[in-house]
C-alpha cells in the first residue's frame, strides 16, 4: 500500500507511486527471435503514461473551474493534488465537495492501476450498506458480494463504479465533518 510519511493514504502518494512504476518498470523484450520489424517498440506502458497524463489533465481542469487564477502548476506531479487543494480553499461546498469527490477517486484508480484492488474492500456497497466489496478487473467495477443484496436486484450482484465509492465516502466525510461543527 502507498502512504504518505504520515501515514495517510492519499490520490498524491498513489499517483507518485504509478509515476515511480512508470519510471523504473523493466522493460522486458521478447524471449524469441523474430524478423526485425521497421520501428522499435516502446519501451514504457503507454497506457500507465496516458493514465496519468488523464488524472493530471483533468486536476488541472478541475482548479482553474474552480478557480481561474490558480498559480502556476507545480514541478511533480505527485504535488498536483495539493496544488489543487491550496487553490480551491476558498471553493464553496458544492465545489469542495467535487474537489474531494476528484481525489478520493483518484486514490481508489490509481490503487486499482498499480494493482491493489484491496483498496475497494472497505468502501460500503451504496445499495446495502455491507462493508467488503470485490474488485472485478474485467468489468472495471466493484462488486457486492452480499446474497441479500443480489436478491433485492432481481438476483444479480450489484456493481459499482469507483466514481459512485467515491462520492458516497466523500458524502459520509462530509457528513461527519458537519456533525462535528
Known amino acids: ?26 522493460v522486458t523484450g521478447p524471449t524469441e527471435r ?10 514504457v506502458n503507454l497506457g500507465m503514461l496516458d493514465h496519468i497524463r488523464r488524472s493530471v489533465t483533468e486536476v488541472v481542469d478541475h482548479t482553474y473551474d474552480v478557480n481561474p487564477t490558480a498559480s502556476p502548476l507545480p514541478q511533480h506531479v505527485a504535488d498536483v493534488y495539493e496544488w489543487c487543494r491550496e487553490n480551491t480553499a476558498h471553493a464553496d461546498d458544492v465545489q469542495a465537495l467535487r474537489t474531494r469527490i476528484l481525489e478520493i477517486r483518484h486514490r481508489l484508480e490509481h490503487a486499482v492501476r498499480a494493482g491493489d484492488t484491496k483498496v475497494v474492500r472497505p468502501h460500503r ?34 456493481t459499482w463504479k469507483l466514481s459512485r465509492l467515491a462520492f458516497e465516502q466523500a458524502l459520509v466525510e462530509k457528513s461527519r465533518l458537519d456533525c462535528a461543527t
Open 1 to 26: 500500500m502507498s502512504v504518505t510519511d504520515d501515514g495517510t493514504d492519499t490520490a498524491a502518494s498513489r499517483l507518485y507511486e504509478l509515476h515511480e512504476f512508470f519510471r523504473t518498470h523493466p
Open 34 to 43: 523474430h524478423t526485425a520489424t521497421v520501428r522499435p517498440g516502446t519501451p
Open 125 to 158: 456497497c451504496p445499495a446495502c450498506g455491507t462493508v467488503g466489496l470485490l474488485w472485478q478487473a474485467g468489468i472495471n467495477r466493484a462488486m457486492c458480494l452480499n446474497i441479500h443484496c443480489a436478491k433485492r436486484n432481481k438476483g444479480t450482484h450489484r
